[in-house]
């Protein structure tokens, strides 16, 4: 119970203070970062991740689209594939700090 609640605490912080890119961003390091095996790739789709993220599914394509332009994934139909752990990690440089401080 006391796990639901903190979850709960977290994702309105990250509604409230973070914006969408970073959401998506660190939710991909967090899926591929399994703690029991890191993935290569991920089974979902973006409607799934939008949902997850609070936002639109057009925006999470869109955000997605950028990524695998700059070859951080690749994307097939309800697969997102890590392409290079590197870039990914490099778009989320910065966005590290405490909430607040990078909001637009």
Known sequence: MA?????????????AFRRVDQRL??????HFSNKRRPLQFLETTHEELARE???AR???????????????????RGR????????LLQLAGGFNAPPGKNAR
Request: hydrophobic letters at 45%.
């Open 53 to 55: 993220l609070g936002t």
């Open 25 to 30: 961003v660190h939710s991909l390091l967090d």
């Open 80 to 87: 997102i594939e890590l392409s290079d752990e590197s870039i």
């Open 58 to 76: 057009e925006v999470v394509s869109r955000l997605l689209k950028e990524m695998e332009r700059t070859g951080a994934v690749r994307m097939t």
């Open 3 to 15: 796990q639901r609640l903190i979850d709960v605490m977290v994702l309105a912080e990250e509604l």
